[in-house]
């Protein structure tokens, strides 16, 4: 009988640490010289910088208004970046956020978006949701507040993408 307990309090200590390790592993590593919990020299441009975590190394700001209406999803306690929902590959796609909303975020490589958008397309459409056919974009994307060059970089990442 105490045998049996105490093998089941071993299992699950074993269980439990199985499950913080990897946790603990995980983490981001701490804030680098480059701003970002990913680390110095974690991306090969600026443009990439941005589009994973909405920070630049100019040290501009970033910020957006709108967005999913629903806190519940990916918003937790970070800030969202383009990735977040037109995911690693800018290929965008389906989310789900809960409660049977889905989201989808389009494709915008610039490969996907180079027969509709220019530059100045593309900032009205980042900065005011304004799609080119003269319609305005869902909330869910956000309504970004960028610089010039920050957007420049942006664009030429979006370029480099497969
Ligand atoms: C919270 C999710 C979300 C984030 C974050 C987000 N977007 Fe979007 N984006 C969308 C959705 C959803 C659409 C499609 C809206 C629609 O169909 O009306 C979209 C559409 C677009 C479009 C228009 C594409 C087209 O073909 O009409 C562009 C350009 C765009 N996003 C760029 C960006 C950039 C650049 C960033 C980062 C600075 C970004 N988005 C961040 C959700 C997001």
């Keep these: 009988m105490d045998r049996e307990i105490k093998t089941s309090a071993y299992g699950l200590l074993a269980v439990i640490i199985a499950l913080v390790l ?18 110095t020299g974690a991306f090969r441009s600026n443009g990439e910088r941005i589009y994973f ?15 999913p209406a629903s806190n ?4 937790g306690d970070g800030q969202l ?12 796609g389906a989310h789900n956020m809960g409660m049977m909303q889905t ?16 530059a100045e397309k593309f900032r009205l459409a980042v900065t005011k949701g304004q799609d080119p ?20 970089d942006l664009i030429a990442y979006l370029k480099t993408l497969p």
């Design 72 to 75: 519940g999803w990916m918003m």
């Design 133 to 152: 056919d003269g319609t305005q974009l869902n909330t869910d994307m956000p309504r970004w507040n960028i610089s010039d060059d920050d957007r420049a």
């Design 103 to 118: 989201m989808t975020a389009k494709d915008i490589r610039w490969s996907a978006l180079q027969s509709e958008f220019d």
């Design 22 to 39: 990897p946790a603990c592993a995980s983490r981001p590593q701490s804030v680098g010289s480059s701003g970002t919990a990913w680390g």
């Design 53 to 67: 975590t909405a920070t630049s190394e100019r040290g501009t700001a970033i910020t957006y208004t709108s967005g």
């Design 81 to 92: 970046a383009c990735a977040s929902c037109h995911g690693p590959n800018g290929r965008g």
